[in-house]
């Protein structure tokens, strides 16, 4: 049954539909419907309606606006002077119905808030320059006319420009009192509640006064008369040091420049030459020479170290050291008292273990050497630096510790070895204390350098040779060559010129 009544419902539907199409005009007819509009059947003209229709009544009414846009509750950019070139000259302005418009501004008021902004610039300006024109033209005025001789006139001329002169600054004072501070000029600005009054006042502040640029002008002289004052010290110190090393300068050029010594570059002779090209070329077993004093065997492998470009070993530099002590000996008058060590000296006094003075207590004994150290001028000490030979000197005679080096290096740890050394020695060996610590501690600044890595113990004995004749040191290393044969002929033949 439900189903029949359903179907019949749908049939009276399709009934009424079909019907509706053919009384259309009655008067009962009413539009169930909104009739449908296809979009190809669109056009902009108005659909013709009937005029006693629902539709037909409804058009007759006026469109019905949309409601206003709700307040949008969010930060928005707080413009200043509510002034903005960014949004096409744009804004929001509220008209008599309650709605909101858009207002164009145009550039006309920019234009004129700049004008006038630049004008009150340039009249502050003016007034300033103004007053030190006539600040300037007065003391002009009054030293011409002094120069002059017109006492009377100038007094008037200039009392009326000074009046002039003072009622301007006296202006110029109380419109900078007047003025606000920088600090509520700028949070009137940042507020966007700055008016125009407020912006004249803030460029009259630009004014400048003669008075405040002489105050500044006269601690900027004396700021810069200070630091002159200051750099004048400094150029004083450093041209005293440049002239002190100026006089050393000269002192070594002086020492350099003198006449070298003749005993000391005497050439040799032919029978010389000789001998030691033998010496060189003998059987290299075979002993050349001995030394008694020093028990040291010369032999033809031993003096090879004498030719050019060998490195000199520890017999060569031993016994060249005990041929000098035998040349002092010979000649005392002629050359200074000095004592020699050994190679192997330093080594033991302050070796690998450290400083130990009791390795060497008993090699200077009186009745070894014959005197104490404390008796000598000089007393040379050679320092082996693994592969390379320095020189030290206890220098009593001119109260220094020296050292030597064909290469310029230094070594403070060498110079308070020795200076222990000497002060336990004396104390040893004379019982007597005494105290050392002034004397000076010298690193020769310009002493003759070798030029290769192989004549550096020939340097060390010449070095020796000429501090104990009491010569500078003036040879270089063009010397070196003599000086390697000479050292092999007085070994050869036991004796030191």
Request: charged content about 30%; overall charge neutral; glycine content about 4%.
């Amino acid at each position: 049954m439900g189903v029949l009544a359903s179907n019949r419902k749908r049939a009276d539907d399709c009934s009424g539909f079909t019907s509706q199409k053919i009384y259309q005009n009655s008067p009962d007819f009413r539009v169930l419907k909104k009739p449908r509009i296809s979009l190809t059947q669109q056009s902009p003209e108005k659909h013709i309606l009937p005029p006693n229709g629902t539709v037909s009544r409804l058009a007759r009414y006026p469109e019905a606006k949309p409601p206003l846009p709700r307040e949008v509750h969010a930060p928005c950019k707080n413009l200043k002077f509510r002034l903005s070139v960014s949004r096409s000259n744009q804004y929001l302005k509220p008209n008599s119905s309650g709605y909101i418009e858009k207002e164009d501004f145009s550039p006309v008021s920019f234009n004129t808030m700049r004008n006038f902004l630049s004008r009150r610039y340039d009249d502050a300006k003016k007034m300033a320059m103004d007053a030190l024109r006539y600040s300037k033209k007065d003391k002009e005025v009054i030293i011409e006319d002094n120069e002059q001789g017109g006492e009377e006139e100038v007094s008037d001329d200039s009392s009326v420009e000074e009046v002039d002169v003072e009622d301007r600054r006296k202006k110029i004072v109380e419109e900078r009192n007047l003025q606000p501070s920088s600090s509520s000029v700028v949070t009137e600005f940042n507020n966007g509640s700055l008016r125009v009054d407020n912006a004249g006042k803030m460029l009259d502040s630009l004014s400048l006064s003669h008075e405040r640029v002489q105050f500044l002008s006269i601690e900027a002289y004396k700021n810069l008369l200070n630091s002159a004052e200051r750099r004048n010290l400094k150029i004083d110190d450093l041209s005293f040091e440049i002239k002190l090393h100026e006089k050393r300068w000269d002192a070594l050029r002086s020492l350099r420049s003198l006449k070298k010594p003749v005993e000391t570059f005497v050439p040799l002779t032919e029978e010389e030459l000789s001998e030691v090209e033998g010496a060189f070329s003998a059987n290299r077993r075979n002993v050349l020479v001995s030394h008694q004093n020093s028990n040291i065997d010369i032999t033809g492998q031993v003096l090879q170290c004498l030719r050019p470009g060998a490195w000199l070993n520890d017999e060569v530099i031993n016994v060249y050291l005990e041929l000098l002590k035998e040349r002092e000996r010979r000649e005392p008058k002629k050359f200074l008292k000095c004592h020699f060590f050994n190679t192997f000296f330093y080594k033991k006094l302050a070796g690998e273990s450290g400083y130990n003075y009791k390795s060497v207590r008993r090699w200077t004994s009186e009745r070894k050497l014959g005197y104490f150290l404390v008796d000598c001028d000089k007393i040379f000490v050679p320092v082996h630096k693994e592969v390379h030979w320095c020189l030290a000197v206890i220098n009593k005679k001119d109260q220094k510790l020296q050292y030597v080096d064909s290469l310029k290096g230094m070594d403070a740890q060498v110079l308070y070895a020795l200076e222990r050394y000497y002060v336990e020695e004396v104390k040893d060996k004379c019982g007597r204390d005494i105290n050392i610590s002034s004397w000076e501690h010298e690193y020769v600044e310009d002493p003759p350098e070798q030029m290769n890595g192989f004549d550096c113990g020939m340097f060390m004995l010449k070095y020796i040779d000429f501090y104990s004749r009491g010569f500078g040191l003036c040879f270089n290393q063009e010397d070196m060559p003599y000086f390697r044969l000479r050292t092999a002929k007085e070994i050869l033949r036991l004796r030191a010129d």
